[in-house]
């Protein structure tokens, strides 16, 4: 279980350890550091691997409904890599299972780890 953290204006800023993305139409949104969020190393690399193959991304304020109505939710973090999110407040989210997005860019971000990361023994 995870939960949502909101700012002063009731935007959402990031989950208790992870950020968060929503995906909508194929184009993916994540708020700005602006509204709270941690500039995660795993949240930047995630949005440079997505803009690099071609998949759209803002980073503007979300609200609550807009996690509702979306397609697929994920989270990013150095723990959790990439997961997707089926249901926020009890809502189910898109069909309620991984989504397409998702998986490509978790398949991706591991590569991404696998070719360019350290390993440590």
Do not use: Q, W
């Not at 993305?21 to 995630?46: D, H, M, Q, Y």
């Amino acid at each position: 279980m995870e939960c949502l953290m909101l700012n002063h204006k009731g935007e959402v800023a990031e989950a208790s350890g992870d950020n968060v993305f929503v995906v909508k139409n194929g184009i993916l949104s994540t708020p700005p550091v602006t509204c709270g969020a941690l500039e995660g190393l795993t949240r930047n690399k995630v949005i440079e691997i997505a803009r690099k193959v071609g998949y759209e991304v803002r980073e503007i304020p979300l609200g609550r409904y807009d996690l509702y109505v979306a397609d697929e939710v994920f989270l990013t973090g150095t723990a959790a890599e990439i997961i997707s999110v089926v249901d926020v407040d009890k809502r189910v989210i898109g069909d309620g299972k991984p989504g397409k997005v998702v998986g490509d860019l978790a398949a991706r971000y591991a590569a991404c780890a696998n070719a360019e990361g350290t390993p440590i023994e």
